[in-house]
Nanobody, 121 residues
């Protein structure tokens, strides 16, 4: 079983920044890809960003590509999502996901509990 704990969400003014963190518990964290997803009320979960196990490949959704950056620190079993120039449309619950493979492409099998991001206009 993989446990993931997100943190770093909160209330921010439009144009501000947040950095989300997700700590994984499994010893094999460094061998597995990680991703960030978000979901706001009434909408489907959106794939926001992902990173391969060794950080040699990343994905960031076009809608946030110029503002969000994903990174990871395998020594700390942590993946980050740095969000700049936040907009009210970015408000959502953000989840990190873990998949059993080194590539970020594919299904994500484990999820954290989510962290709420609220952006005030």
């Amino acid at each position: 079983q993989v446990q993931l704990v997100e943190s770093g969400g909160g209330l921010v003014q439009a144009g501000g920044s947040l950095r989300l963190s997700c700590v994984g518990s499994r010893r094999t964290f460094s061998s597995n890809a990680m991703g960030w997803f978000r979901q706001s009320p009434g909408k489907e979960r959106e794939f926001v960003a992902a990173i391969s196990a060794e950080s040699d490949s990343t994905y960031v959704a076009a809608s946030v590509k110029e503002r969000f950056t994903i990174s990871r620190d395998n020594a700390k079993a942590t993946v980050y999502l740095k969000m700049n120039r936040l907009e009210p449309e970015d408000a959502a619950v953000y989840y990190c996901g873990y998949r059993g493979g080194s590539s970020w492409k594919g299904l994500y099998e484990y999820w954290g509990q989510g962290t709420q991001v609220t952006v005030a206009a």
